[in-house]
Nanobody, 121 residues
Framework: QVQLVESGGGLVQPGGSLKLSCEFH????????MAWYRQAPGQARESVAL????????SYLGSVKGRFVVSRVNGMDKLYLEMNNVLPEDTGRYFC??????????????WGQGTQVTVSA
């Protein structure tokens, strides 16, 4: 069984920075692709940043390219999302995801409980 625990969310001003962390509890971190999703009130959950098992390949939502950086430390079973130059539209609940499919979600995937990010002056 896998448990994902996010941290690092909070209130940040537009143009500011924030770093989210996700701890992977369980076995086989290096066998899972990892990602950050977000969901704003009244909106569907969307993929923000995806990273493959090796950390060598990433994929980003168009609106965050050049501002957000996803990374993982396989020796520590951790996933990160560095958010820079944040915008009000980045507000939402950010979820950590672990799965076997690249850009494909499945019922067997794992999700964290999420951490709230609010961008406001």
């Amino acid at each position: 069984q896998v448990q994902l625990v996010e941290s690092g969310g909070g209130l940040v001003q537009p143009g500011g920075s924030l770093k989210l962390s996700c701890e992977f509890h369980g076995h086989g971190f290096i066998t899972y692709h990892m990602a950050w999703y977000r969901q704003a009130p009244g909106q569907a959950r969307e993929s923000v940043a995806l990273i493959d098992t090796t950390g060598m390949h990433t994929s980003y939502l168009g609106s965050v390219k050049g501002r957000f950086v996803v990374s993982r430390v396989n020796g520590m079973d951790k996933l990160y999302l560095e958010m820079n130059n944040v915008l009000p539209e980045d507000t939402g609940r950010y979820f950590c995801w672990a799965g076997k499919g690249w850009k494909v979600t499945d019922a067997s995937d794992y999700w964290g409980q999420g951490t709230q990010v609010t961008v406001s002056a």
